[in-house]
């Protein structure tokens, strides 16, 4: 079955960091991207970052770019996210999926989410 976990959530202060782990499996790697969305009461889902082994590409929602590195495993199948200077706003639960390879916003699996609190 395809699986894709999320972990590395936690309480954490403003200013902080913290790096999530989504662990992948069940399907090819290498043949699709794999993006970070979040939902936090209140607001839409937003996508915060994806990236593309493949294609060589990574992309970053504009509330994070600076602050945030996503990186991929290509060994372990497992993508990061690293979040650096953790604002309260970050506050969500964090979810991956696997996406299109050239089309991030389109997801074909869907992963657990993982939540974060950024607390000021």
């Known amino acids: 079955d395809v699986q894709l976990q999320a972990s590395g959530g936690g309480l954490v202060q403003a200013g902080g960091s913290l790096t999530l782990s989504c662990a992948a499996s069940g399907f090819t790697f290498d043949d699709y991207a794999i993006s970070w969305f979040r939902q936090a009461p209140g607001r839409e889902r937003e996508e915060v970052s994806c990236?593309?082994?493949?294609?060589?590409?990574?992309n970053y929602a504009d509330s994070v770019k600076g602050r945030f590195t996503i990186s991929s495993d290509n060994v372990k199948n497992t993508v990061y996210l690293l979040m650096n200077s953790l604002k309260p706003e970050d506050t969500a639960v964090y979810y991956c999926?696997?996406?299109?390879?050239?089309?991030?916003?389109?997801?074909?699996?869907w992963g657990q989410g993982t939540l974060v609190t950024v607390s000021s």
């Open positions: 990236i593309s082994s493949s294609f060589g590409i990574t």
């Open positions: 999926a696997a996406t299109l390879v050239d089309r991030c916003a389109y997801v074909k699996y």
